[in-house]
């Protein structure tokens, strides 16, 4: 089945302390990113990446990395929380550049920092 | 980079057609129109794109007018089930991938 996954999907966690969620998609998709989901504001996109070892920021990257060592998997890593991170992610993939890929994604993340 | 504008919420009775209008008055030539659809605590799911006139699969129809400064999304016979939010998402062709942004979207409340 053609999917996108994500883990944890849940994490509580506090100030300061480093978190990674892993995403992973089995589709063989070129484009990945990273979104956050917060009440009133939509989703926002954080970091995309185009192939392996390509990424770049999207509108709020302050407080993230990313790494794309391999094709299928696209790690969000915050290295230092904070409370205004706590947020729904969701991590999507696509086939395609621009706007005519659709984009599959993740079942989302939801992360409270305290 | 064309800003779109959508209403916050809608509501509607089952059974009933649903159109959600999306406003792009800058939209580029080289943009495309898609729109997705996100239930509470899971990932958007694309629904349906188009570039001008008139493009319907079996999910929904979308309306796109000459000048393309807007575009509707039609939903026919709404049930329950198509309680969501959706998005309208103006984007261009080729490139420019970190340019794609989700606005805040209309939440459809569909009754019975």
């Known amino acids: 089945e053609a999917q996108v996954t994500q883990n944890p999907r849940y994490l509580i966690t506090v100030t300061g302390k480093k978190l990674t969620v892993t995403c992973s998609q089995n589709?063989?998709?070129?484009?990945m990113s990273w979104y956050r989901q917060d009440p009133g504001l939509g989703l926002r996109q954080i970091y995309y990446?185009?192939?392996?070892?390509?990424?770049d920021k999207g509108d709020v990257p302050e407080g993230y990395k990313v790494s794309r060592k391999e094709k299928r998997n696209f790690p969000l890593i915050l290295e230092s929380p904070s409370p205004n991170q706590t947020s729904l992610y969701f991590c999507a993939s696509s086939l395609s550049w621009g706007v005519l890929g659709e984009q599959y994604f993740g079942p989302g993340t939801r992360l409270t920092v305290t | 980079l064309a800003k779109t504008t959508q209403p916050i919420s809608m509501d509607s009775y089952e059974g009933q057609e649903v159109n959600i209008t999306c406003s792009h008055n800058?939209?580029?030539?080289?943009?495309?129109i898609t729109w997705y659809q996100q239930f509470p605590s899971q990932g958007p799911r694309f629904i349906i794109q188009g570039y001008k006139t008139k493009v319907t699969n079996e999910v929904a129809s979308l309306f796109i007018p000459a000048d393309r400064k807007s575009s509707t999304l039609s939903l026919p016979r709404v049930s329950l089930s198509d309680t969501a939010v959706y998005y309208c998402?103006?984007?261009?062709?080729?490139?420019?991938?970190?340019?794609?942004?989700f606005g805040a979207g209309t939440r459809l409340a569909v009754h019975p």
């Open positions: 589709m063989n998709h070129e484009y």
């Open positions: 990446s185009m192939n392996v070892e390509v990424t």
């Open positions: 800058n939209i580029a030539t080289n943009d495309y």
């Open positions: 998402l103006v984007g261009p062709r080729d490139g420019g991938y970190n340019k794609l942004i």
